[in-house]
């Protein structure tokens, strides 16, 4: 019920825009997060933003290069992401979350299956 798009490859430096879109009834409830996971490690919290969007908070690498929005019009969650590094490759996932928001990948209420985002030096 969440679907997440935008991903592809960029060098480093350029822009992604990824965006998760949400076929959740009540989407305006969930808190939504992205998180992500590069080739070999765990999955990670990237950023957050809250069921009205006046509340956000990032892990301390996307803060500065990535801003999270959300559309509660359109069920969209978008997390713009500027100056990329090659550290930032990895699978990106939307997750939402209905009664909090978490910097941790567990409890959530759904996930969407990710969009893979190659960066190169």
């Known amino acids: 019920q969440l679907v997440e798009s935008g991903g592809g490859s960029a060098q480093a430096g350029d822009s992604l825009r990824l965006s998760c879109t949400a076929s959740?009834?009540?989407?305006?409830?969930?808190?939504m997060g992205w998180f992500r996971r590069a080739p070999g490690q765990q999955r990670e919290f990237v950023a957050a933003i809250s069921w009205n969007g006046h509340t956000k908070f990032y892990q301390d690498s996307a803060k500065g290069r990535f801003t999270v929005s959300r559309d509660n019009q359109k069920k969209t969650v978008d997390l713009q992401m500027n100056s990329l590094k090659p550290e930032d490759t990895a699978v990106y996932y939307c997750a939402a979350r209905r009664f909090s928001m978490s910097r941790r990948p567990y409890g959530m209420d759904y996930w969407g299956k990710g969009t893979l985002v190659t960066v190169s030096s």
């Open positions: 959740i009834r009540a989407f305006s409830n969930y808190n």
